[in-house]
């Protein structure tokens, strides 16, 4: 007899499944995708493994959690160290050394932060920041905001960064050494084969029933009024036919070719911060495993960042001071009227998650639904 409905083959869900199978219980996995996976799913193309939803490096400082994604895969040492490109102009990311004397020409740290401390003291506002511009400008000074910062802050937002709120950009990863280690995280790599193997894993277990094209919505009801306790991975306005409104997200296109070269731009990702490109990064698939591709051939993705529109995938939860309101009011809903279904993941728990998060989070709900 199922237990345990599980709405959604990501991370989240598929972590979910697989403890509670340990524990000797029935899933059932539903996935209205053709493929498990989410939006880490991988799948090869010419020998390369391609990310089909965006770039995914996994990271983390918690030792616990690399001890165990490493279970399911064998990780490269991959290190994500992504570069801007500036109307032609190359800068390393995240703003550091190397940066820096691109843009001054100053060798020392002294000199950098000399340099950033007097951009900032030119530029005066009138009390504390009262949008994103004004904190980016103050934290790094103008000549890094117009160049790294403004352009691809304003497209993956979809609005001009006066409109945008100060807490956004609370703080700006600036490193006065020549590291261009994008994290600071001591865990890092992508798995060799790519993710999709790590899910097909985690879900490998006789008491796991899988369904992909399943989804959810179309049998909602006899789904409520069954015996299951539901995990549910999707969104939770929708989960209520927004009946309290919709949230707000940023949705992403993605534009996948195969090129007839060894090597289109020779790094894995790279930004486009200028306004005028239409999209933000270009990212090269094949440098995520070290240039691994049959021979003459390599897979770009150009991302686009898209207003998010009913049935348009949702990427980006946009955490404002009202989308957060309005999505505790819809815990409250849910706490309310659905005692038997927990949510969870980036929609469900409306917030951004790392990979790694995404995992802590679902032990959490493991925790509190075994008592453990």
Known sequence: MIKYLVVGSGLFGSVFANEAAKRGNSVKVIEKRSHIGGNIYTHEIEGIQVHEYGAHIFHTSSKEIWDYINKFAIFNNYINSPIANYKGEIYNLPFNMNTFNKLWGVITPREAKNKIESQKESFVIDGNPKNLEEQAISLIGPDVYEKLVKGYTEKQWGKSAKDLPSFIIRRLPVRFTYNNNYFNDPYQGIPIGGYTQIIERLLDN???????????????????????????????????????????????????????????????????????????????????????????????????????????????????KSNKELYSKYVKVAREECPNVVFGGRLGQYRYYNMDQTIMAAFQVVKREFGE
């Open 206 to 320: 006789d008491l796991i029933q899988v369904e992909t094209n399943n989804d959810f919505f179309d049998n909602k009801e006899k789904y409520l009024k069954s015996d299951y306790k539901i995990i549910f991975t999707g969104m939770i306005d929708q989960f209520f036919d927004y009946k309290l409104g919709e949230l707000e997200y940023r949705s992403l296109k993605f534009n996948t070719e195969v090129l007839n070269q060894d090597n289109y731009q020779g790094n894995a990702v790279v930004n486009y911060t200028d306004s005028e490109t239409p999209f933000t990064r270009i990212i090269e698939h094949k440098h995520f495993e070290f240039g691994k591709s049959n021979k003459g051939k390599t897979v770009i993705t150009h991302e686009y960042p898209a207003k998010w529109n009913r049935g348009d995938e949702p990427y980006y939860p946009i955490n404002n």
